[in-house]
């Protein structure tokens, strides 16, 4: 099993930054794929960085050039920094963990542990 906890949310004014952060404990091994997902109210979750074990990211086009995911391994902590944020972007947004198989992909399915969530609330 693998625990998921994230922090750093909150509300911020549009344009402004936030880092999340996303500590993991547990079986940590095989650890295949990290990410960060979001879900604004009445819309399907949606992917928004991921990063595999050899440190290879991407993230979504619509925060592409404002967001930039990384990852502490020794410590075991994912993180999200996002800049210049839009009132679009206010959304819950959870870390997530694939263990084993062969892909990094930005699939909600393919993910198979997941933390509880955290609020980020942009305003205009």
């Known amino acids: 099993q693998v625990q998921l906890a994230e922090s750093g949310g909150g509300s911020v004014q549009a344009g402004g930054s936030l880092r999340l952060s996303c500590t993991t404990s547990g079986d940590t091994a095989r650890r295949k794929c990290m990410g960060w997902f979001r879900q604004a109210p009445g819309k399907a979750r949606e992917a928004v960085a991921i990063v595999d074990s050899e440190g290879s990211a991407s993230v979504a086009e619509s925060v592409k050039g404002r967001f930039a995911i990384s990852q502490d391994n020794a410590k075991n902590i994912l993180y999200l920094q996002m800049d210049s944020l839009r009132p679009e972007d206010t959304a819950i947004y959870y870390c997530?963990?694939?263990?084993?198989?062969?892909?990094?992909?930005?699939?909600?399915?393919?993910?198979?542990?997941w933390g509880q969530g955290t609020q980020v609330t942009v305003s205009s």
């Open positions: 997530a963990v694939r263990r084993g198989g062969p892909f990094c992909i930005p699939d909600v399915d393919y993910f198979n542990y």
